[in-house]
Structure formats: structure tokens, C-alpha cells
């Protein structure tokens, strides 16, 4: 009997080649050939970036600054917001480990001492005495669902896609941890510019205060003009303050993505650096390309897998389930019986479970698995959309960062000249002081308009190659690594 019990299941086992549910087929999305905005990624080159090397993702990684890339290996090992997806991770990771075990048979050990007394009426005649008694038993058990409609395996199946997910999480977070590390260290560099540019020009319009002030003590000035210079040289004065503060603030931001004090780097990051010389074009690839590098979609992707695996879970309750048991143990009255021969015990069992009266149930919950798979591609199609709009806004932003930064280069070196001319001008007596008040204001809005532009430039190009989830390195502690490798192999 046991052994046609135990062949049945086999057999049955056996010929369950296939689940209950849908199998999920990666969506399909028209995309464009090639990115409207491609032929904007290349930018009139300017005369401090023609010499540039090509967009690769060595110069992605540090944009040519050893220390922009020690901070993002340093941010992609301590930040503090990837130790929290990885800990994500790890949580799909030990739910998938243990969906797993549902497709193996669940085997226990018990054991019971019991000392008993039987009431009269269930011992009637018998003397109080000998009512009392001890029960001993020992046994392993084990109980191994079917899976003859595919219930555990789609679980599995859910699990994985979910782990899956939490890995592509991981890997976006990653790719913007990187990119803001790399965003906020070119706006310290730039804010460093323009501070560079404020006090160089506060130093000049001082020069050109001192000259009035010694024309004025000579007889050939007057107080009018002392008063238009020194008000100009204030004015230039107050922008150095917000600056400084910009600058502190940037700093702090680069702290914390490292996981530290916000304070730790201001020493180490006081001296100012030169932003670094773009490439003149930048190759976005094709669409297609960027789906299957984008670790956002892949989340999406993977999300959309498991709702519909789990249509598969909820559908395998409209049939039968099969429990195969079994149980060898031993029971005696008496602690020196308790593995003798006499004394064994043996259970082998085939359960059947079937809500067959209870499909109004089952259906709503195929019904709710249904829609949170229609939910799911919804959400996979808008990543896609998003991802596109993303891409094509950031090439776009680049392209015009570049071109209006050519214009400002040019301006600032035009309007530094014109100062210079004016001053010589006026100290030759050629000119009165307005011409060289003006031709300074000039001078200053010309040059930080230039600094500024040119931190918005590569601050572009770090956004677009983010856009391009393409290149920063996948870096994590020695323990996140192991852990991330240890993924893999389960998700394989």
C-alpha cells in the first residue's frame, strides 16, 4: 500500500510539466530609431575644450578628477541610502530563499513525556491508583506538497522576479548616488569659479577706487566719482558672502553622500579645482539600447514579472491540492520501550485540499492578481516612456549648455579686454570714469555669467550620461559585494 501510495505521487509529480497562469513575455514598445535630440549632442566646441578626449567611462567616472573619482568610490561604498536598498535586497533575497523551500518536502522531530491520569469515568472499575500512568513518543515527520499546477513553483517564480527588482533598485540608486556625488562636486568647482571671479574683480574696481581716491587728493577728481566706485566695489563685495555660502553648502552635500560628517571635507576640499573640458559630441546611442541598460526599467520589468507569476499562485487554487505525508516514530508507556520493536509507528498519507466551494473567493483573488499585472505594465510602459523623456530632455540640455557656453566663453574675453582698455584709457586721461565703472560691470557679469555657464555644462553632461545609466562603477562595501555576488548565483 505504501509503496503504490508513494509511485502514484511520483508519477503524478512527474507529468506536472507545466503551471497554471500566464508566462510572463517581456512587453514589446515601439521606440524611435534613434533620439530626436541626437544631432544636438554635438556642440560648437569652445576654445578651452577642443583638445578634449573622448566621452568613456574613465572620464565618466572621475570627469578627469582623481579626487571626484575617490569621492565616488567612497559614495558608492558608505552612502547610507544604498546600505538601505542593499538591506532591501537582502529581504527579497531570504523571501526567495525561503519560497524555495516550499518545493521541497518539510520534514520535523517531536518528542513528548507526558505523566497521565485517566478520570473514573474513563477507567470505570479501574482504582485511582492504577489510573496513573506515563506516555512516551518520538517520531520525524514530513509533509511534501505536489506541485502538480505549478502554485510553489510560480511563487518561485515571484520571488525571483523580486529579487530581481530590489537588484535593479540597487543599481539605479548606485548610478544616482554617483551622479549627484559628481553634480554637486562640479557646482563646489564652479561656485569656486565665481568666487574666483568676484574677488578678482572686487581687486580691480579697489585699484580703480584707489586711482580716483589719489586723482581726487591730486585735484583732478571729484567726490562724485569716488562715491560711483566705491559704491561699485561694494556691490561687487556682496555677491563674495552668498557665494561662500553656496560654497560650504556644497561641501556638506558631498559629506553626507559619503557617509560622513557634513563638516569632514571642508579642509580637504577648500582648494579650488578647474572644471573639467568636455568632448564636443556625446554619443546617446539608440533607444533600444537604452532599454536594456536603464536599471529602472528593468525594476519595472522585473515588477511586472512577479504580478504575473503571482496570477499563476492565485489561479492554482481553482484546483486540487495534493499533500503527500509520512510519519516513523515510536510510543511506549515506558521510557526503556520507547525504540523497541513493538513499540513503532508508521503514517503515510496522501492529502488531498480542494476550495472547490469556495471558487467565489479564488476568482477574486485571480481577479486582484489580474489587475496588479495590468497595474504593472502600466507602470513598466510609463518607465519606458519616462526613461525616452528623460534622455531626450537631458541631450537637449546639453546640446544648448554647450552652445550658449561658446557664446559666453567669447564674451567674457571680449569684456575682460574692453576693462583693460578702459582703464588705460582713463589713466592716459583718454576717458572719463564711467566709461571704465561700465566697462568693469561688464566685465563682472560677463565673467561669472561664463563660470556659471560652464558649470551648467558639465553639470548637463553628468545628467545626461545619468539619463544613460551607462559606465559609473558598481561598487559596494566587501560585505555588500559578497552579498551581491551571492545574489547573482541564486538568481541564476
Partial sequence: MVSRIAISALAAALLAACAVGPDHVRPHMAVPERFGAADAGAAPATAAGTAAAGFDDAFLQ??????????????????????????????????????RFDALPTVTAQGEAADVRSSADQAPGV???????????????????????????RGIEAGRAEAGASAADLRALQVAVAGEVARSWVELRGTQERLRVARANRDNQQRTLDLV?????????????????????????????ALEAQERVAMHRLAVLTGRDPAALVASLAQPRALPQLPPR??????????????????????????????????????????????????????SA??????????????????????????????????????????????????????????????????????????????????????????????????????????????????????????SAVALYKALAGGWPQQVPERERIAGRRADDRLQ
Fill in 62 to 99: 572621475g570627469l578627469g578628477d582623481a579626487q571626484l573619482a575617490e569621492l565616488v568610490d567612497e559614495a558608492l561604498h558608505a552612502n547610507h541610502d544604498l546600505r538601505i536598498a542593499l538591506a532591501r535586497l537582502d529581504r527579497a533575497n531570504a523571501l526567495l530563499r525561503g519560497a
Fill in 127 to 153: 482504582p485511582r491508583e492504577a489510573r496513573d500512568g506515563e506516555q512516551w513518543s518520538a517520531g520525524i515527520s514530513a509533509g511534501w506538497e505536489l506541485d502538480l499546477f505549478g502554485r510553489v513553483r
Fill in 213 to 241: 581716491n589719489a586723482r581726487l587728493d591730486a585735484g583732478a577728481g571729484t567726490e562724485f566719482d569716488t562715491a560711483r566706485a566705491r559704491a561699485q566695489l561694494e556691490g561687487t563685495a556682496a555677491r563674495i558672502p
Fill in 282 to 335: 556625446i554619443d546617446a546611442g539608440a533607444p533600444g539600447e537604452l532599454l536594456r541598460v536603464r536599471p529602472d526599467i528593468a525594476a519595472a520589468e522585473a515588477r511586472l514579472h512577479a504580478a504575473t507569476a503571482r496570477i499563476g499562485v492565485a489561479t492554482a487554487d481553482l484546483f486540487p491540492r495534493f499533500t503527500l505525508g509520512g510519519l516513523i516514530g515510536s510510543q511506549a508507556i515506558d521510557s
Fill in 338 to 459: 520507547l525504540f523497541e520493536r513493538d513499540s513503532e509507528t508508521r503514517v503515510v498519507a496522501l492529502g488531498i485540499d480542494w476550495s472547490f466551494l469556495d471558487v467565489g473567493r479564488v476568482r477574486a483573488r485571480i481577479a486582484a492578481a489580474n489587475a496588479e499585472a495590468e497595474g504593472e505594465l502600466a507602470r513598466y510602459q510609463q518607465s519606458v516612456l519616462l526613461a525616452l523623456e528623460d534622455t531626450e530632455n537631458a541631450l537637449v540640455r546639453h546640446a544648448r549648455a554647450r552652445s550658449e557656453d561658446a557664446h559666453l566663453e567669447r564674451a567674457a574675453i571680449d569684456a575682460a579686454q574692453a576693462a583693460q582698455l578702459a582703464r588705460a584709457r582713463f589713466e592716459a586721461g583718454a576717458s572719463g570714469l564711467l566709461e571704465v565703472l561700465d566697462a568693469e560691470r561688464v566685465q563682472l557679469q560677463a565673467q561669472d555669467a561664463f563660470a556659471d555657464g560652464r558649470t551648467r555644462s558639465v553639470a
